[in-house]
């Protein structure tokens, strides 16, 4: 909604997700504050930039360390930490934070270039995986969805391979002779005439809906598979 959380998908195996939900419950209004200023200060370049704690403190280090989040992190045995923004496209998501204990030299130049060679990659894995895992989403309830249709359901895309496919069509695939779906996943019918007509189809967009109301009239008939077309009924 029109309201900012803190969310913590990808945590060290070193940390207790739950202890950090309880740390951000009582630490949200500060938590808020230095997300704001990492976010501030990320903007300068296009770069994935740390911010270190001086930094991000500016001139009120003292204060910065008295806070009641900071005062927390030390009783745990966290000294110092950095973080900066992923994704500067979005600012409302992506964020990476690194934390040094007390027998940590923090944030040294050498640790610092490793880390900008390596957070490209893992702001690109973490954009890429969370639009698959929409994807996923969204193809699990259109499959849900069309698994419980009597007849066989394709989706393709526009080189007639089959993106979604639901139970009945894999079971018409499995059981009939009229068509079928080739290594390389494209639909083929076994009968020239019905192939060319499939491709025409795919054509253009404007192949679709010439019929008006009696839209089954743009269906290929399968002449030589009649019970294909009785397992729709």
């Known amino acids: 909604g029109d309201s900012r ?8 195996r070193r940390y207790d997700p739950e202890q950090i939900q309880k740390y951000l419950k009582r630490n949200i209004h500060f938590e808020f504050m230095d997300q704001a200023r990492y976010e501030t200060l990320s903007r300068a370049s296009d770069t994935i930039d740390l911010i270190d704690q001086r930094t991000l403190a500016g001139s009120r280090l003292d204060e910065f360390l008295a806070r009641p989040n900071v005062q927390k992190m030390r009783a745990n045995g966290i000294r110092e930490r950095a973080g900066g923004l992923l994704d500067k496209d979005n600012t409302l998501r992506s964020r990476f934070s690194i934390h040094f204990g007390d027998n940590s030299p923090g944030l040294t130049d050498e640790i610092h270039a490793m880390l900008a060679e390596l957070l490209p990659h893992v702001a690109k894995a973490i954009e890429v995986g969370r639009g698959m895992r929409q994807s996923r989403a969204l193809n699990t309830k259109v499959l849900a969805t069309m698994d419980r249709q009597r007849m066989g359901i394709c989706i393709l895309d526009r080189f ?7 139970a009945e069509f894999k079971r018409q695939i499995q059981d009939y002779p009229a068509y079928s779906v080739d290594q390389d996943q494209v639909l083929k019918f076994h009968e020239s005439f019905n192939s060319k007509r499939l491709s025409g189809l795919l054509s253009d967009i404007g192949q679709h809906g010439k019929h008006g109301a009696r839209p089954r009239k743009e269906a290929l008939i399968l002449d030589s598979a009649s019970d294909v077309l009785e397992s729709a009924d």
Do not use: H, K, Q
Not at 5 to 12: A, C, G
Not at 160 to 166: D, K, P, W, Y
């Open 160 to 166: 007639g391979r089959v993106e979604l496919a639901n």
């Open 5 to 12: 959380r803190i969310v913590t998908p990808y945590l060290s």
